[in-house]
């Protein structure tokens, strides 16, 4: 359970595990569990979207007459709970490598802009984008099937990462992510993978291989413009994938269930028929 505790320590908020920020130590079995870390975020965050489903249901409306804005409302709440949850980890990354891909003209020069603390302009833009798309993405998937999107989609995207990880070479020297890679060989990604893709099939049915899929399209295409533009994958890039992999999971959840009424999401023991807008 050593890899599970640092996993849990490194990617949520959480005081557990071993693994620690400042050199990575413990970190080289924990890559495997990072979809079990992320079904538990999704745990979390479809229990926050019962709550808040609950609280709608005894306001003054006693929930005959839901507030228009509450769809919005609990999105938003959601996505700021993962924010919080994940210590905005990810999100951290994502911005460092809008700015490195988009500003650098050369891979030593994005090499050194990932370094800088500092954030640019395109690191605002992206992240603005990157938090509305995902506001209105969980927004717009119903009530019905958000539970088990909760829970799956942060188990797809850090799943992703293990996929970024073994595919694309690791460029920075001094990182934290390359104290992920320590440990060679593809036990790690197996296992990752078939949790996730267990997961997924189990909890949302077989329209979840949609969505892997998409991800999977994803995740490689970010590690492909990370190895041409900078060399390889770093930890930056590693949390880029994880939040792009997770707006695209929520989009594509959207979109499937509000645009094809005949698509079911939800657990292979449910009986449950069509979701009908």
Known sequence: ??????????????????AKRADGRGLSSARAWFPAVGLLLGTALA???????????????????VPVAAPFLTGAV???????MTRALHLDGFMDTCDALLGGSSPEGRRRILKDPRVGAFAVAGVVCLLLLKLVAVSAVPDQVRPWILIVVPCISRGAMLLVMELFPY???????KAFLERTGRGQLISGTTLTLLAAVVLAGPWSL??????????????AIATRLLGGATGDVYGAVNESVEAVAFLCAALLTLG???????????????WHP
Do not use: H, K, Q
């Not at 359970?1 to 071993?18: D, E, K, Q, W």
């Not at 959601?78 to 919080?84: D, H, R």
């Open 171 to 177: 460029v920075g020297e001094n990182g934290l992510g």
């Open 210 to 223: 949609v969505i892997l899929a998409l991800a999977g399209l994803s995740a490689w295409s970010i590690g």
């Open 260 to 274: 094809a009424p005949n698509v079911s999401i939800a657990p292979f023991f449910m009986v449950v028929g069509p």
């Open 1 to 18: 359970m050593r890899g599970f505790l640092s996993a849990l320590g490194f990617l949520t908020i959480l005081p557990v595990g071993s």
């Open 78 to 84: 959601l996505v700021v709970a993962l924010v919080a």
């Open 47 to 65: 229990a926050i979207d019962l709550l808040l489903r609950r609280l709608y249901a005894v306001g003054p409306s006693n929930g005959a007459d």
